[in-house]
């Protein structure tokens, strides 16, 4: 299984974008699917977290602004970013927290402009 990150891009301070997450496959055995973001030379931090039992947890960076959502029918998450700083800037990573293990899918970068 393989996970896909998209929607990511250019956008002013205040703007909004919307990332998604699609599984190539059936997850199987999944505890929780995560957004995590990483600047480059920094440790990637978990900003958004669900699970399959409706548990939602945010970074403290990002509560208010952002929301994580899933489509269980599409097999995809979503992460709805408004209010955008430049601190947000960052690359944009899924994963998935399974019994078998961790999937990760190649990022998607955000870039807010002040």
């Known amino acids: 299984v393989q996970l896909q990150a998209s929607g990511g891009g250019l956008v002013q301070a205040g703007g909004s974008l919307r990332l998604s997450c699609a599984a190539s496959?059936?997850?199987?055995?999944?505890?929780?699917m995560n957004w995590y973001r990483q600047v480059s030379g920094e440790q990637r931090e978990r900003v958004a977290q669900?699970?399959?039992?409706?548990?939602?947890n945010y970074a403290d960076s990002v509560k208010g602004r952002f929301t994580i959502s899933r489509d269980s029918a599409k097999n995809t998450i979503n992460l709805q970013m408004n209010s955008l700083k430049p601190e947000d800037t960052a690359v944009y990573y899924c994963?998935?927290?399974?019994?078998?293990?961790?999937?990760w899918g190649p990022g998607t970068l955000v870039t807010v402009s002040s």
């Open positions: 496959g059936k997850l199987v055995g999944v505890r929780s």
């Open positions: 669900i699970t399959p039992g409706g548990l939602i």
């Open positions: 994963n998935a927290v399974a019994v078998v293990g961790a999937y």
